[in-house]
């Protein structure tokens, strides 16, 4: 080989190793919002206006965190304690807010993930940026999972079809004959439980006679409701933002109707109940993946303590018994696990590993169900659910947990 070609077979050899060593470092490499000492996480929610009541998911994960935080913080799996700082903006659940918000926590603050965003709507309006800037938006408030980036946000509450599913069985166990109307939430939340719903009665005899769509900004749904109640239903569904499901759990009850009502998780909060009285709130089913809390009183049971001790702590603005705020407070702890499993301090890390989950614990949640995603082919963390009765003073379990592990519909 000549002395020219034994040059340029060298300098070929260098430039790999250089192109190699670069992408080793890269893939190494340290992502924004993280130090030695600190990992710092953004949160958007409705601190203030009409839905200010899901600002608990954000006051939720902050009791989770500042518990962390006085406990040294979290040990993470590169072998770092660091302390979780947090960045939380008030965006009125206005999707454009939420962007404008997000915006200014990736380019400014320079978080290193987002967590618990709260609804639909607001999701999908932050889904195309962040999936241009590659940051994680993991354990999302919504039960929406497929959204604008799909590489780069996870879900945390059971989507709104397993909901469906929970309902559909409840009524083909105890009301198989039912005529059912819905009160529904105008966005891809009403139209997800409805599809699904419609998928899982298919073949019996219960019948959807009425659909009354509604939106959470709605001063009052008087006039659907009032259509619903002639529609000769016999059962009613209701898939509405807390104000607009508490008038309606308070309309089936004192306008003489009095159907079967079942109130998916977005209403069904004791809070709730007790703003309407909860005489008529009475008999009204639900479902939820939490352990059901009504009151600030330690029950021995480790978990709702050591939420109820964090809530204290840290000042929370939520009713304890508000089942948004424990959601928060359990989103927290998600996040905590995950970080304590990074291997690398990069927000590809942290996606892997909540697209990993593998039966995870928590403290709020039911020891029988866990949560379990596989990267690929189930995005869905918590695929179970407990129905509910309120008897007028507390939530009845109604039989057994269902489980819908893998069978989740998108």
Request: overall charge neutral; some cysteine; proline content about 5%.
């Amino acid at each position: 080989m000549s002395f020219v070609s034994k040059v340029k077979v060298c300098t070929i050899q260098l430039a790999l190793a250089g192109l190699l060593s670069a992408s080793y470092a890269h893939a190494g490499e340290t992502s924004p919002g993280i130090t030695d000492n600190t990992v710092k996480i953004g949160i958007t929610g409705p601190l203030t206006g009409p839905v200010a009541v899901v600002g608990a998911v954000a006051e939720g994960v902050r009791a989770r965190i500042e518990q962390v935080n006085a406990q040294g913080g979290v040990k993470m799996g590169d072998g770092k304690t660091r302390k979780i700082e947090l960045v939380i903006k008030d965006d009125g659940l206005d999707p454009q807010r939420t962007l404008a918000n997000v915006r200014k926590m990736v380019e400014q603050d320079q978080v290193f993930a987002l967590v618990g965003t709260a609804a639909t709507p607001n999701n999908l309006a932050i889904g195309r940026y962040i999936n241009q800037k590659k940051v994680p938006n993991v354990f999302m408030y919504s039960g929406v999972h497929a959204l604008n980036a799909p590489d780069w946000e996870i879900g945390f509450v059971p989507s709104f079809a397993t909901e469906a599913d929970s309902f559909a069985e409840y009524l083909k166990a105890n009301k198989p004959d039912a005529k059912v109307a819905f009160l529904y939430l105008n966005t891809e939340t009403g139209e997800i439980f409805m599809k699904a719903f419609d998928s899982a009665i298919a073949g019996s005899k219960i019948k959807v006679i009425d659909r009354q769509p509604v939106t959470s900004q709605d001063p009052t749904v008087e006039t659907q409701l009032s259509t619903l109640k002639a529609s000769g239903a016999d059962t009613l569904v209701i898939i509405a933002a807390p104000r607009q499901g508490s008038e309606a759990i308070r309309f089936q009850s004192e306008s003489g109707w009095k159907p079967l009502t079942m109130v998916t998780n977005l209403s069904s909060a004791y809070p709730i109940l007790q703003s309407v009285g909860l005489e008529n709130a009475k008999g009204i089913i639900t479902s939820d993946f939490l352990k059901p809390i009504v009151g600030g009183k330690k029950t021995g049971d480790k978990g709702i303590d050591q939420y109820l001790d964090a809530a204290t702590a840290s000042k929370a603005n939520f009713n304890v018994a508000n089942t948004i705020g424990q959601t928060g407070y359990a989103i927290g702890d998600a996040l905590i696990q995950a970080l304590e499993k990074i291997k690398q301090p990069t927000r590809e890390d942290l996606m892997k590993v909540v697209r990993n989950m593998d039966g995870w614990a928590n403290p709020l949640v039911p020891d029988d169900i866990k949560m379990t995603t596989k990267e690929g082919s189930d995005i869905f963390p918590i695929e179970a659910l407990q129905l509910y009765q309120f008897d007028g003073e507390k939530y009845v379990t109604v039989g057994g947990v269902l489980h819908f592990e893998g069978g989740t519909k998108e």
